[in-house]
């Protein structure tokens, strides 16, 4: 993954959170920490970066000053547009040969090893 997103200057982690960001627009830093699985400091990182590139905006929470809610910009939707079609063109190889049942079972093993909480 690191490769195909090197020349966009996108790392596996901003992946991440831009994907995040899409589906959970409109959240703090430490909700995008939550359930992009990655630290705070990871993510206050991160989104500075993302933002220094102009691809995340900021707006002060409405009740709570001190929150700020984060959203992605259309340059920052479209660089995950891109970024999409890269992993799912990855996907696509790595699914290369496989029978739908096969497929199947890895998927489904796939999530169960990511849904296990006491995976170390």
């Known amino acids: 993954m690191e490769r195909?997103?090197?020349?966009?200057?996108?790392?596996?982690?901003?992946?991440a959170v831009l994907t995040m960001l899409k589906a959970y627009p409109?959240?703090?830093n430490a909700d995008i920490a939550r359930i992009?699985?990655?630290?705070?400091?990871?993510?206050?990182?991160i989104l500075a970066n993302l933002e220094k590139n102009g691809l995340v905006s900021r707006k002060p929470h409405a009740k709570h000053g001190r929150?700020?809610?984060?959203?992605?910009?259309?340059?920052?939707?479209?660089?995950l547009a891109t970024c999409r079609a890269r992993a799912l063109a990855i996907e696509e190889d790595l699914l290369a040969g496989l029978t739908r049942d096969e497929e199947r079972i890895v998927k489904q093993w796939l999530v169960r090893v990511a849904t296990q909480s006491d995976v170390a």
């Open 4 to 15: 195909a997103l090197a020349d966009l200057k996108v790392t596996p982690p901003q992946f």
């Open 26 to 28: 409109a959240h703090s």
């Open 36 to 45: 992009a699985l990655l630290t705070p400091p990871t993510v206050t990182v």
């Open 67 to 79: 929150i700020q809610l984060i959203t992605l910009t259309p340059g920052g939707t479209k660089l």
